[in-house]
Structures are given as structure tokens and as C-alpha cells.
């Protein structure tokens, strides 16, 4: 612990050592060391003021976060002869699970409650939106937007979350004067619905925690809780901070929160910047404050750059001393203004993604795996992707779609919720209508209604007794029911039998294969079985299904001692300083399989739920160690750090983002307040009777408002973009191709063109400070070369890739080590090469009839030939294979042809053998043989293409063009 505490700085080391019984504020900057600090101030509390290691609580953003301190403390609590186990670290979902678990049941919460599926709360919805009464919506404020069919769930889910995120109740809600009728119906009816399936949705968790608290003494052994990322905490888990610090007091006490009013940006959660003088203002005792402020990762340079930004905000804002490195290599950030000149392709995204193949053929500098391209919108991503999969840059996505949030993985737990619990309606109602053929939304409607008239009937019993109806609707599919209710009997009865863990693998098997999840690879029942006959079912799925492969791995790896969440820690009646843990479910050496499956369901709910919340990915390692570039959101790139990072996109609409709400705000009040001067003027208006009777006093007061709320929306993202700058820890490159954004205003002495390439000096000395060798005794490779062909990109505007004095075509074998050689033509001419690059070629064809043979179309050197081919002759490709078809053509041909045609007789194919709706669309189409006679491929199969409508209606492009891959 010594050795610890030495290790610190003398502001870490005071924020350590505060006394345990105070609150303590720790203003800590990006980089500043808030985990190690955290750490260090949980083992002292242990160690040095023999504090019992569960009677602290430590709340983190993440979960990642969560394990990374316990993975810290584990040796420095063993060290002393402490031991690890159910320590209380997690998210505040995860500690107010135990909470619930432990003690749920004195507010009446069912005592083996699940976590809602979003599917569960979407059927409760419209079920209720179908049963509501006509003026529930007349009334409401919102009726427009719950008229919208298609949009009225996530709407109603929306605003309740956020009713949620506030901490008021349904009961509360009502006693606000503003309440909306719509709203509150929907509220109360819904928490109803959920309890009677002994559901909770993710808000609920902390609304009922804080709701146990408030009524019951529940966890009074608590004697310190320490809040990480405190900047992103909302109302209702600032109270619940209160309630557990209470403890056996009347007050709150031993309070430790650590962040960065800078740092927070989720207002749209309702989590406030002004965090750190709420605790001032709410805590019955004194709050010291710490500020850290020496910073460990970034230059100096960058910390420079960063500051500036956010000391543009100027009210509201806590302020501290700046930032300090502990290094600087006097390089400015990289700014780049770079101009759209294709309406066909973002030259922006092929300028970033050549700067990365710039800094790649560094030798011995960076790897793919040192970038990240941070983003405001995941729709950014879409040009980004294009760019690097034609310069053949390996890439991740952060928080693309999970596996938890893919139908199959979805039913899978679903099947698994039916076979551990007696009553689940939602969860059969959707298994019946994914995997029972002839059951559609209409007999799941009727199924539901039986299932009301027997609430408290065991489900499988209720689909018996409906077997026998005499409903005609129901007698069609009475076999399919008797099929499921025998199929799910017999998953029973294996689970039953289950005598160790390796029995798991088995129950996996007979859920997909019973629960028919490979239809969504549209791959036929008979298939399937071939495969279990073989005994090659996991090979198959490995290979075909990837995502079922991971929920497999999952659940078959997942043991019940691992879980701290599944842990009760109670005080000894006999001696108040002692504590016990107590463990739900069996252990290892005799478990229940059904309590084995109840656990891993509920687990997975609630890290799923998380990581909607937080934007984890709980099948995506954020640090993996595959060479990829890093794709993120500025949000779910918060908390991690780069070599390399690049901003695209700062301008005005993006960086900041444009709050159209607020916008439309002021503008309808400037609308209103015409029509009063109209009224005065004319003696008539048609602006609503209540809206004219404003006066000017109250017309600024409301216009002060609408300001307030837009200078609000613009600090958040003044603080996004502060996010974003202080990831990256060596390089920072910002570009922008529209309007400069106003945060980069008087910033220009703090950023400059990119200088690293200026001369083989200057990449010397930067793999001096990066303590990298340089090592170019090789003949292959020049830096100076390097240099030059740099130059020589940025004078061409970024448009291509400059190698060797010569513009390039990137492909996967692309020789970075050689730039001194001459290139290998036939290498160019057989790399891959995008369609978009195919479209400015020079060749056309046209035709006047049907009869026209005077056709000239592109060589096909972008791709290898077919087996067999030879120049340009005919061959017959075979039916089997994909053929993928991109037409540009702007004159229409009849054809009668309604089919495409089963094969292709010739090298090109024409567009009068293309069917009515695959003609001069103007859009890239694919014809495909049918799914049966395809072979599954999980490789990229497309190349989105923007609406070229305009660009094909100007009288240079009248000649169409047609490109043909294979």
C-alpha cells in the first residue's frame, strides 16, 4: 500500500487520503489518472482505515470499467489478506440489481423478476395504443405523434424513459400540473402490464431502488460510496448516491465522486453539467474539492488546443487550472480544409483514409490498430467504410449491432425464459410467431386474449387448454401448438436431466433446431437435419451462422460462481462489524440447470441493457488486439485513448450538431409574435387566440428561454468536441469539407498543416520522441521518396494516392516497403478497383433499337477473368455463381423479358435482358439466383450508391453506362 501511495502525485495523493467520513469532490481532467486514484482511495479505506471492503460501494460507467478495478484491486486487497469477493463495483444498474435481488420483495416486486426485452415492452404497447380510449388521444399534447402507427412505440418509450430518468412515478407524474393524460395512461398501464409478467425495464431498476430505499432501512452497513464519471450522473442517481451513502444515519456521509464537468455530454439522458454544485448545494455537510490536473497522455500541444476549445465556454462552466503533459513533441494539431469534388465519392473520407496509409508505411511507427476516426453521427461511418474498403484498410465499427440485439439471439433467450419459468406469455407469444408456421399477428392477437382470461394458469397449461377450443381460427393450428407445448416439454425434461455443465452444449442444439433459428438464413429444415446426422451441426453454424456461434460460446462457458450480481451480503445479527455473503442458486460441483439458465438469462438482460445505455458492447472488446482502424462515435469513444485520432467533419451542422428543435422553437415564437404586430395593425389574426395575448415582456421572456436551451445544447457539444480532442495522445488530425465550425474560431495559432511530412528531418525527430528506431539502410524504401510523393498528394488536393511519383490503385498486397522500384503494371491493372472509380471512365455505349450491335463496353481488367476465359470471348457463367449487375443508364428500352434469365450466354449483359423494374433506375441492382442454390457468403455484398438523380439529368452524362461484376 506504501508503494501505492508513493506512486502518486501530491494532488492524487491528497484525494487518496481524504478523511473517509467527508464528501469529496475530485475534479479530474482527461488523462489525469481518475481510475488509478479511484483504486488507490478503495485499497486505503480497506487497508489503512480498516473499512470492510463491502461496506463501500463503487459506481462506474461502465462495466469495462468495472473490471478493469477490481482486476487492480485484487492483488493489493490479497496482499493484505482481504479477500476480493462480492465486492460492490459496478454500474449503478448492476448494484441495484443486488439491491432488488436481495430486497425487492418489501415493495412488492415479484421475488424472480426478469429484465424486459425491448420486445416485451413494444407487444405491451400496442396492445395498449389498440385498447385505448378515442380521447385519451384527442386530449393529449402529443396526439399527432401517437396517431403515427409506425412510430407511437418508440415515441410512448421514449418519453416515458425519460419520465423514468427523472425519478418521477407514475403517482408522481400525475401530481405534476403539466402532465399530459396520453402520457400518463400509457405509463400507468404499462408498469402494470410489466409487473404482472414479473418484468422490470432497465429504468425501472433504479426507480424501484430508489423507491425500496426511501422506504425501507435496506444495506445500512454501507460506510463509503465512491461514484466514478460523477459528470454523467442524472437526478435520480444523484439521489440514489444520498440513500445508499445514509447508511445507519440520518444523513448522507463518506461520499467520493470523481469526473470532468468538462466531459459531460449525455444532457439528452437528462444528466446535468452542473453535477458538482448540485452535491454542494444538496449534502448536509462540508464538500472539499481536488482538482488534477497533471495530464498522461496527450502532448502538450494537443492540451493547448483542447484547453482553448473549452474555455470558450464561458458561463456555467467549473473552471481549474489547465492541463499540463508530462511531454511535447511541438506538433500542432492537423487541420485540413478539403473541398467535395465528386458528387459520386467523399473526398474527405479518401483524404483520411490516405493520411492513415501515409502513417502506416512509416516503417516500425504505427499500426492500424494506434487509429481511431472519431464521429459525431454513426451515419458518418457510411463514406468512411466505402473509402477504406477501396484502400483496402482493415476497420471495426464501435457498437455496431450486437448480438443480443439480432432476432435469433433474441428468441434464443426467449426459448430459454420458457423453459426455466412457469409463466412468460411474451416470450411464447413471440417464439409461436417466429417459429411455428400459419401463426401470424392476427392468431398471436387471439392467443393473447386466452392467455388474459387465465392469468394465473401456468403457461404451457393455458396453450393446452386452447388446443381444445373450438375457435376455427384456433382449431387450424392446434397441431402447431401441441407440437411447441410437447417441443418445449421435452427441453424440460433434458434440462432436468442436465448433470454437468457440459450438458449445455446439448440444450443449445435442440433450442436452435426445435426453435428453427437458422430461418433467418433462410436455410431449410432438411439442411439442417443432414447436419445433425453428420454430427457436424457446430462446425455448420461456426461457419454459417457466426452470431448463434458466439451466443453458443456464451452459454455454454457461463458458470453461476463467476456472477457477484447473484451475491446477498447481510449484517450478523450477533456482531454488527461482521458481514456475510450469501450465494443464490447452487455451486459448481451439484448445479441446477434451471437455476443455471434463469441466471444466464437475467445476466445477459441486464449487460445488454447496459450497453444500450452506455454504448458497450458486450461481444466487442473495445482493445482487442486484431490490426484494425477503429470506427467510433465521440460517445462511445469516452474513456479511451489513441496514438492516432481523427476528427472529419468539423463544421457547422455536424461539430456542433444542429439543434432543429430549439431553432424551430424561436422561429415559431418570431411567427407569433408577427402575428400579434399583423393583429394590430389589420384588427385580425390567425394565431391562436391564447398565443396573441402575449406581451412583449413576456414574448423576450420566452425568447430568453428558447436562447438559454440553444446556448445549453451548444456548450454540450463544445464539451463532445472536447471529448474527442483529448483521445488522442500523439497525433490529432481535424479536417472539415463545409462550413468551418464555430468552436475552431480564434484557434488558428494552435493547429497547422500536416508538418510531419515536410522532410525526412522532421520524421526523424518524431521517431525520436516516439522512442522508435528508424532504421532506412534498405534500398527499397526512401524517406525522402516518401516525402515527396506526400508533397506531390496534398498539391493534387487529396484526389488519389501518390506512390512512387505515381498516382495508385491500393489493393490488399500493396508493397509499402517499396518505394523506390518501379511498380508492376499487371499488379495495378488486377487490383480491385471500386465502381465508383469504374463510372469516370471514358468508354460508353449507346443504342438507338433492340437490333443495335454496335456497343462498346468497359474492359473487365478490374476484376480476375472466369476459368476458361480468354481476352474478351464469350463463356457461360455458371448458375450457381452471384452475378451482381450496376446499371447507370438514362434512356429507358422496352423489353418483354418479365424474369431475369436462369444464365448468362455472354461476357456483358445488356439492359434490354434486364426486367421492367431493374431498367434505367439510376441506382446500382443486384439479381441474384435463389437463396436455395446459393452458397451463404458473409463478405460485404454491396456498394451503397447516393441518389444520383441530378447528376444523370445533366447533358454530359445522356450517354449511360453499364459495369458488370461477378
Known amino acids: 500500500m506504501e508503494e501505492l501511495i508513493n506512486g502518486l502525485n501530491d494532488r492524487q495523493r491528497q484525494a487518496v487520503t481524504h478523511r473517509e467520513d467527508d464528501v469529496l469532490q475530485v475534479l479530474a481532467g482527461p488523462g489525469t489518472g481518475k481510475t488509478k486514484v479511484l483504486t488507490a482511495r478503495f485499497a486505503y479505506l480497506v487497508i489503512v482505515k480498516k473499512i470492510h471492503p463491502l461496506r463501500i460501494i463503487m459506481t462506474t460507467f461502465t462495466r469495462k470499467a468495472a473490471n478493469e478495478i477490481k482486476e487492480r484491486l485484487k492483488p493489493l486487497l490479497l496482499q493484505a489478506g482481504i479477500s476480493s469477493n462480492g465486492l460492490l463495483i459496478g454500474t449503478f444498474h448492476s448494484i441495484c440489481v443486488r439491491l432488488l ?19 416485451d415492452i413494444n407487444i405491451i404497447l400496442k396492445a395498449l395504443l389498440e385498447e385505448a380510449p378515442v380521447d385519451i388521444f384527442v386530449s393529449s399534447e402529443f396526439c399527432t405523434e401517437l396517431g403515427d402507427t409506425k412510430k407511437n412505440t418508440s415515441f410512448l418509450r421514449k418519453k416515458i424513459s425519460d419520465l423514468k430518468a427523472q425519478g418521477l412515478t407514475p403517482d408522481s407524474y400525475q401530481k405534476d400540473s403539466t402532465h399530459d393524460s396520453a402520457i400518463l395512461f400509457f405509463y400507468e398501464h404499462l408498469q402494470k402490464a410489466l409487473l404482472s409478467e414479473a418484468l422490470l425495464d432497465f429504468d425501472d431498476i433504479l426507480l424501484y431502488s430508489k423507491a425500496l430505499l ?18 454523467d450522473t442524472n437526478d435520480l ?18 461520499i467520493t465522486v470523481v469526473g470532468d464537468a468538462d466531459q459531460s455530454i449525455y444532457g439528452f439522458r437528462f444528466v446535468s453539467s452542473d453535477n458538482f454544485n448540485k452535491l454542494i448545494e444538496r449534502c448536509p455537510v462540508e464538500c472539499a474539492q481536488i482538482s488534477l490536473v497533471d495530464n498522461y497522455r496527450s502532448a502538450q500541444t494537443l492540451l493547448d488546443f483542447s484547453e482553448k476549445v473549452i474555455t470558450q465556454q464561458k458561463k456555467n462552466r467549473i473552471k481549474r487550472d489547465p492541463l499540463k503533459a508530462q511531454f511535447n513533441h511541438n506538433i500542432k494539431p492537423f487541420y485540413s480544409y478539403i473541398q467535395r469534388s465528386d458528387a459520386f465519392e467523399n473526398t474527405e473520407a479518401s483524404s483520411v483514409a490516405h493520411e492513415i496509409l501515409y502513417l502506416k508505411s512509416l516503417p516500425n ?9 472519431l464521429l459525431r453521427t454513426r451515419r458518418q461511418a457510411y463514406d468512411l467504410e466505402k473509402a477504406f474498403i477501396k484502400n483496402c484498410i482493415p476497420y471495426r465499427i464501435v457498437n455496431a449491432k450486437g448480438i443480443w440485439e439480432k432476432k435469433e439471439s433474441g428468441i434464443f433467450l426467449d426459448y430459454l425464459r420458457i423453459i426455466s419459468q412457469e409463466s412468460c406469455v411474451l416470450a411464447i407469444l413471440r417464439c409461436l410467431e417466429f417459429s411455428s408456421k400459419g401463426i401470424g399477428a392476427t392468431t398471436i ?11 394465473n394458469t401456468n403457461s404451457l397449461d393455458v396453450l393446452k387448454l386452447l388446443c381444445k377450443s373450438n375457435d376455427p381460427k384456433i382449431e387450424k393450428i392446434s397441431e402447431a401448438l401441441r407440437n411447441f407445448v410437447n417441443g418445449i416439454e421435452r427441453l424440460r425434461l433434458q434440462c432436468k436431466r442436465c448433470q454437468s455443465y457440459e450438458g449445455l452444449k446439448d440444450i443449445f442444439v435442440d433450442v436452435y433446431v426445435f426453435g428453427k433459428l437458422h430461418s433467418v438464413l433462410r436455410i431449410s429444415d432438411e439442411t439442417i437435419q443432414e447436419q445433425l446426422k453428420e454430427n457436424s451441426l457446430q462446425k455448420f453454424i461456426e461457419s454459417e451462422h457466426p452470431t448463434m456461434f458466439k451466443v453458443l460460446e456464451m452459454f455454454t462457458e457461463y458458470r453461476l460462481s463467476k456472477n457477484d450480481e447473484d451475491m446477498i451480503i447481510e449484517e450478523n445479527d450477533n456482531d454488527s462489524t461482521e458481514l456475510t455473503v450469501i450465494r443464490e442458486g447452487l455451486s459448481d460441483c451439484n448445479p441446477d440447470f434451471f437455476e443455471v439458465i434463469t441466471f444466464f438469462t437475467k445476466s445477459i438482460s441486464l449487460y445488454s441493457g447496459e450497453d444500450e445505455k452506455t454504448g458497450e458492447n458486450s461481444t466487442q472488446l473495445i482493445n482487442e488486439h486484431r490490426e484494425r482502424v477503429t470506427l467510433s462515435t465521440i460517445h462511445a469513444a469516452k474513456g479511451l485513448e489513441w496514438p492516432v485520432v481523427f476528427i472529419p467533419s468539423i463544421q457547422q451542422g455536424l461539430i456542433p450538431f444542429t439543434d432543429k428543435s430549439a431553432q424551430q422553437r424561436l422561429e415559431d415564437l418570431a411567427e407569433v409574435r408577427r402575428g400579434n404586430k399583423d393583429d394590430d395593425e389589420f384588427g385580425s389574426s390567425s394565431i391562436d387566440a391564447n398565443d396573441s395575448l402575449y406581451t412583449n415582456k413576456q414574448f423576450k421572456e420566452k425568447e430568453l428561454d428558447i436562447m438559454d436551451d440553444l446556448e445549453t445544447v451548444l456548450n454540450e457539444e463544445r464539451r463532445i468536441f472536447f471529448v474527442a480532442l483529448t483521445r488522442a495522445k500523439n497525433l490529432l488530425y481535424l479536417s472539415s469539407s463545409g462550413k468551418k465550425s464555430i468552436f475552431l474560431e480564434n484557434c488558428e495559432h494552435l493547429y497547422s498543416n500536416n508538418v510531419l511530412f515536410n522532410n525526412p528531418q522532421s520524421i526523424a525527430k518524431f521517431y525520436r520522441y516516439m522512442n522508435k528506431t528508424l532504421n532506412e539502410t534498405t534500398s527499397k524504401f526512401s524517406l525522402s521518396s516518401l516525402c515527396q510523393d506526400y508533397q506531390k498528394y496534398k498539391t493534387s488536393k487529396a484526389s488519389s494516392f501518390i506512390w512512387n511519383g505515381n ?15 518501379a511498380i508492376c503494371s499487371p499488379e495495378l491493372s488486377s487490383s480491385f478497383e471500386s465502381a465508383g472509380s469504374l463510372l469516370k471512365t471514358s468508354q460508353s455505349f449507346t443504342k438507338n433499337n433492340h437490333n443495335s450491335k454496335n456497343i462498346n463496353v468497359l474492359k ?22 452471384r452475378i451482381t449487375i450496376d446499371i447507370l443508364s438514362k434512356k429507358p428500352v422496352k423489353s418483354t423479358l418479365s424474369k431475369p434469365p436462369k444464365e448468362v450466354q455472354s461476357d456483358i449483359f445488356l439492359e434490354q435482358d434486364l426486367p421492367n423494374h431493374l431498367r434505367s433506375t439510376g441506382k446500382i441492382n ?7 442454390d446459393q452458397k451463404k457468403s458473409f463478405a460485404p455484398a454491396y456498394t451503397p450508391v447516393r441518389n444520383n438523380s441530378k447528376r444523370l439529368s445533366r447533358p454530359s452524362d445522356r450517354n449511360a453506362r453499364s459495369t458488370i461484376s461477378k
Open 101 to 119: 435481488r436481495q430486497a425487492g420483495h418489501l415493495i412488492n416486486i415479484p421475488k424472480n423478476w426478469s429484465i424486459a426485452r425491448n420486445e
Open 214 to 231: 426511501t422506504q425501507q432501512r435496506v444495506w445500512s452497513f454501507v460506510r463509503h460510496v465512491l461514484v466514478d464519471e460523477y459528470q
Open 237 to 254: 442517481q444523484l439521489d440514489l448516491i444520498y440513500l445508499l451513502a445514509r447508511g445507519k444515519r440520518d444523513t448522507c456521509s463518506g
Open 365 to 373: 511507427l504505427f499500426a492500424y490498430s494506434d487509429v481511431a476516426i
Open 445 to 455: 392477437k387471439k392467443i393473447r386474449s386466452f392467455f388474459d382470461k387465465n392469468p
Open 807 to 821: 498516382c495508385v490503385q491500393l489493393h490488399s498486397k500493396f508493397d509499402f516497403t517499396n518505394n523506390t522500384a
Open 860 to 881: 473487365r481488367n478490374y476484376r480476375p477473368a472466369p476459368s476458361g476465359t480468354i481476352g474478351g470471348s464469350k463463356v457461360t457463367i455458371k448458375p450457381r455463381k
Open 926 to 932: 443486384r439479381i441474384t439466383n435463389s437463396v436455395a
